[in-house]
């Protein structure tokens, strides 16, 4: 890190700044010259308070040389993460389609969507049974024993199961959930995260409404700080002033984070453009840009769909966009 500080600084201003550092454990180089000193910050500087120093007198700005994200960086760990959910991997060259409904809401339809997207090339099954909605007034989910109708939907077809969690004290009833789900309204729930960092099961961080990609990474880090390294990163559309699809779908985001970490990454072309019709391409480009997988909402019945029936696939269309995905794929491994 790096301090440059503003002209005129006297010698007893300069000393208890570099007192100040040396007492956070940092070791200070100081660099004069004719008209501006530079301190050089050599240590752990992730505790550095950026903003306290460039607000103090004497300080003009403040730069951080080296990324505040240290178990998730590409540069302390060159090879790629590759995560592993039963006998399914992502990352390191494994691919993982994801799909199933938005929502989990009775018995025949989760069990009928896990058959039909296996058949089509799904190698984990999604659905939500507790859903962040934005009116306290729409489905909220079938909560526990929405789980419960997916565990049943995991024994009948061997998927590996992925859902979200919205509470640390729901965590009990995820037990046998083998991928847990944190939603971008969740992505900077710290607490959330501490709590996930103490378990081992993977977890799929999904990016916020309008965070950038450091606080994506920042968020995983939370989790690895603990001890978890199982995550992948998944791109599901950021707010922007577009108006026609519901998100922007940042696909840049994956080329980028495959630059900084090693973490896998996923794509989530439903929620980024909230259009069933916009999904197949976008999942093509995903998987054209070196996306991990592909994480796609599938209702049997979309317009009845009790949540995101405007983006979900029927099956047939899954099964459309999942051939061609793995067409992709084949061209540009
Ligand atoms: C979801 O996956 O159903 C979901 C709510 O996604 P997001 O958190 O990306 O909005
Ligand atoms: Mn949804």
């Not at 390294?229 to 707010?239: F, H, M, V």
């Not at 495959?258 to 916009?278: Q, Y």
Request: hydrophobic share 40%; with cysteine; glycine share 8%.
């Amino acid at each position: 890190m790096v301090a440059v500080l503003k002209n005129g600084v006297t010698e007893k201003q300069m000393e208890n700044l570099c007192t100040w550092f040396e007492s956070q454990g940092l070791t200070v180089h100081i660099c004069e010259g004719k008209f501006q000193t530079i301190i050089g910050l050599i240590g752990d500087t992730s505790k550095v308070d950026i903003e306290l120093l460039e607000g103090l007198d004497i300080v003009e700005s403040v730069k951080r040389i080296s990324d505040p994200f240290k178990s998730a960086n590409r540069k302390f760990h060159p090879d790629d993460t590759i995560v592993e959910v039963g006998n399914v991997k992502i990352g390191g060259g494994n691919f993982a389609m994801i799909a199933g409904p938005c929502s989990i809401e009775t018995p025949d339809q989760i069990m009928g969507i896990a058959k039909a997207v296996k058949e089509a090339g799904a190698v984990m099954l999604r659905g939500g049974a507790f859903k962040p909605r934005t009116s306290p007034y729409d489905f909220q989910g079938l909560k526990g024993d929405g789980i419960e109708l997916l565990e049943h939907a995991k024994a009948a077809t061997g998927m590996p199961i992925v859902t979200e969690i919205m509470n640390a004290n729901h965590l009990p009833m995820f037990e046998n959930v083998d991928v847990i789900q944190v939603g971008a309204r969740n992505m900077q729930n710290f607490e959330l995260l501490k709590e996930l960092g103490k378990i081992r099961k993977p977890i799929l961080l999904k990016r916020g409404l309008a965070n950038t990609l450091k606080e994506l990474l920042m968020s995983a880090e939370y989790i690895m700080a603990g001890g978890n390294e199982n995550i992948i990163l998944c791109e599901r559309g950021i707010r922007t002033f577009e108006t026609y699809t519901r998100n922007t779908l940042d696909l840049s985001a994956v080329p980028m984070l495959h630059e900084l970490t090693h973490l896998p990454v996923v794509v989530d072309p439903s929620h980024a453009t909230g259009i069933s019709r916009l999904v197949k391409p976008m999942a093509m480009a995903a998987a054209a840009c070196g996306a991990d997988g592909i994480m796609i909402e599938v209702h049997n019945n979309p317009s009845q769909a009790l949540c995101d029936g405007a983006q979900s696939l029927t099956p047939e269309q899954f099964k459309d966009v999942a051939e061609n995905v793995m067409k992709i794929r084949e061209v540009v491994q």
